[in-house]
């Protein structure tokens, strides 16, 4: 069946340097993938989703890069923020076959001054 | 739109009491999915509908957990004989399937069962 693997529980940085989040993923079909991030105390909500036409896709300051060869679907940014301390989830959806949505563990990011 | 809407927002129950929980989705929206979410496992799936009618029910529980969609406007997720395990934050997510949002869900705030 369809899975994603975030490797990661816990990520630590200082503010300024660079996040990187990683997710794999293992599925019958080409999937899309997605990035959801989740303040303390609130819903998880849809951060990046992978386009179909290998567009990169970004949203404040976050992007990610799908790599179908690697089937991975890491999470970047150049600068981490105070601000982007939460939950982050990698997810799947099978597309093709499917609107099930699959999540992997989760990691969490804390960015200190 | 006032976004999913989940209620109660915290259920406290005793061992062996009955929890039921409910959603309301996106108006409009085709499809509901449960997950429950812990710190050691994240988020689970549960189950899903699709215009009401399930679809995949293949991470629920099979004992004592149940879900129903009545409705187009509201989902409910019912727990017999709640154990300590099963506490957790309970999430319904609504969406709306058509290709190009294939998978992105918007999510209620939840709701924090506690069984004692």
């Known amino acids: 069946g369809d899975s994603v693997t975030q490797t990661e529980g816990l990520v630590t940085l200082t503010e300024g340097l660079p996040v990187m989040l990683n997710c794999t993923y293992q599925?019958?079909?080409?999937?899309?993938l997605f990035w959801y991030v989740q303040h303390l105390n609130e819903a998880p909500k849809l951060l990046l989703k992978s386009f179909t036409d290998n567009k990169r896709p970004e949203h404040q300051g976050f992007h990610a890069t799908l790599h179908k060869s690697s089937s991975s679907f890491h999470l970047q940014k150049s600068s981490a923020q105070l601000s982007d301390s939460a939950l982050y989830y990698c997810?799947?959806?099978?597309?093709?076959?499917?609107?099930?949505?699959?999540f992997g563990s989760g990691t969490r990011l804390l960015v200190s001054p | 739109n006032a976004g999913v809407i989940q209620t109660p927002r915290h259920k406290v129950t005793g061992k062996g009491q009955e929890a039921t929980l409910w959603c309301e989705p996106i108006?409009?929206?085709?499809?509901v999915f449960w997950y429950r979410q812990t710190i050691v496992q994240g988020l689970e799936f549960l189950t899903y509908f699709r215009n009401q009618a399930p679809i995949d029910d293949s991470g629920m529980p099979k004992e004592r957990f149940s879900a129903q969609m009545p409705n187009q406007s509201h989902s409910t997720l019912k727990i017999q004989s709640t154990q300590p395990q099963d506490s957790a934050v309970y999430l319904c997510?609504?969406?709306?399937?058509?290709?190009?949002?294939?998978?992105?869900?918007?999510f209620g705030e939840g709701s924090k069962l506690t069984v004692l």
């Open positions: 599925s019958t079909y080409s999937p899309f």
């Open positions: 997810a799947l959806s099978p597309g093709t076959g499917g609107y099930k949505v699959v």
């Open positions: 108006s409009g929206h085709s499809a």
């Open positions: 997510a609504s969406s709306l399937e058509i290709w190009s949002n294939t998978g992105q869900l918007y």
